[in-house]
């Protein structure tokens, strides 16, 4: 028995330290890179769109605002936007809280030209 407790208790060859410093750095560099393509470039080309949009708003365009109000608009300032949403009533909101733009000439989406 004591030959078996013997051979348990030898010590193991250690395996050898690899990895230098670009094997260290691969994952870390690697993460910052699929974050850039998959989060941080679409999130800033989403702000660039909206910049536009607001942007080139125009009186008389339909605007949906973040909190669900559709309204035409009625007058435009540096930061605000004077909404007519009917029956005379008219809201201030501000620029940014624009989301969505339906101009007049706006063809539904489901609608298909045919040839």
């Not at 080139?56 to 909404?83: C, P």
């Amino acid at each position: 028995m004591l030959p078996n407790s013997l051979l348990l208790a030898a010590p193991v060859p250690a395996a050898p330290a690899g990895g230098g410093l670009l094997e260290m750095l691969l994952l870390p560099v690697g993460m910052i890179v699929i974050f850039y393509f998959l989060l941080i470039r679409p999130q800033n080309n989403r702000m660039k769109k909206h910049r536009e949009m607001i942007a080139n708003m125009k009186k008389g365009d339909t605007v949906i605002t973040q909190g669900g109000i559709i309204g035409r608009i009625f007058k435009l300032a540096d930061d605000e936007v004077t909404i007519d949403t009917g029956e005379g009533g008219k809201l201030r909101v501000v620029r940014s809280m624009v989301v969505d733009i339906k101009r007049k000439n706006d063809a539904p989406a489901n609608d298909v030209k045919e040839s």
